[in-house]
């Protein structure tokens, strides 16, 4: 027994005739009669009876359009639940994010979280290889995800993938290093200089492996630390270098380490809002996703201002 079995015996009900039915509803008498005997044969009881050349619905079959009343009364109930769902503003929103993400983003979320016309968002520090932010959309809303721009893009025909902001990433230094007198560097600048790097199937320890192969020998990694925090911190205190993202993991002007733009291979990191389709429907997720967008636009902006108009109104 399916909506489509009980909506054409409530119509029967209503309209007292196989004839009169099929008009209400727009299709062919033979269709309505081919849905009543599919409806009957789930019952040992008549649902319907003849008087004369029509068709009646007997006390069986009147009790079951009453009850067709009651499922379609529970069935527009429903979808006007999720309706309200879909375009309530005070449902939580989940968004999880890696730990350079979560310092950008997920401050600027809290913030907006505050005010009234904004969704309440839960953050959630999620750090986990390239190849499972997808996963992480069945959990959450929205997943902030990042891939190095040479590497295959997310599926697109399971996900919707939003972009937030592509970044450089660079070499970082100490000050004092001989390279930092250099404007930009190459592959083979790089070849045995002691790394910080990330895990292997994090980013942008991805990166490494191109410029190994761009310069035609492995690169020397003796740290793996995924934090970019304490990867800058160890920088600022040895000879080591690392690869740092330009915009979202940044040191301080004051933090003795230099950033150097790397040549001849692609280093961009591309940063995304991953999520599931049947979540992009929900207003409260899109106004999240266009906070996401804006605090993006403001951290570029930023990063491209001149130092004297930095912190500004």
């Known amino acids: 027994m399916d909506l489509h079995q009980l909506r054409v015996l409530r119509e029967l009900a209503d309209h007292g005739s196989i004839a009169a039915t099929a008009r209400a509803l727009s299709v062919t008498p033979s269709a309505v009669s081919q849905v009543v005997a599919s409806l009957q044969r789930r019952f ?19 009790a079951l359009a009453a009850a067709a009343v009651a499922v379609a009364s529970a069935v527009a109930q429903a979808e006007a639940s999720v309706d309200a769902y879909l375009g309530d503003l005070s449902a939580s929103v ?3 994010g ?15 979280s505050s005010e009234t016309d904004h969704p309440p968002v839960e953050c959630v520090d999620e750090d986990v290889a390239r190849d ?8 959450y809303d929205l997943v902030i995800a990042h891939r190095m721009s040479h590497t295959p893009p997310w599926p697109t025909q ?3 993938v939003v972009p937030l902001l592509q970044e450089p990433v660079d070499v ?4 004092d290093h001989p390279l930092a007198r250099r ?4 592959p083979e600048d790089l070849v045995d200089l002691p790394f910080v790097s990330t895990h292997t199937g994090f980013s942008p320890a991805d990166l490494l492996e191109s410029i190994a192969a761009s310069a035609g020998r492995p690169m020397r990694v003796v740290h793996r630390i995924n934090d970019f925090t304490t990867a800058a911190a160890m920088v600022a205190q040895g000879n080591l270098v690392a690869l740092l993202p330009r915009y979202t993991a940044a040191p301080p002007k004051d933090s003795g380490v230099t950033l150097r733009p790397l040549g001849e291979v692609r280093a961009l990191r591309n940063i995304d809002a991953l999520m599931r389709p049947e979540h992009a429907i929900r207003q409260g997720v899109s106004v999240v996703l266009q906070s996401l967008q804006q605090i993006a ?6 990063a491209h201002a001149p130092e004297s108009s930095k912190g500004r109104p």
């Open 44 to 62: 040992a009881t008549p649902l319907t009876h003849k008087r004369g050349r029509s068709i009646e619905l007997t006390g069986a079959g009147q």
């Open 183 to 186: 404007a930009q560097l190459c």
């Open 297 to 302: 636009r403001t951290l570029v902006q930023s």
């Open 132 to 139: 499972a932010f997808p996963v992480l959309t069945a959990s």
């Open 172 to 175: 970082a230094m100490r000050t």
């Open 94 to 96: 989940r968004v999880s």
């Open 98 to 112: 890696f730990h350079s993400a979560a310092v950008t983003f997920f401050p600027a979320l809290a913030a907006l």
């Open 158 to 160: 399971q996900l919707s």
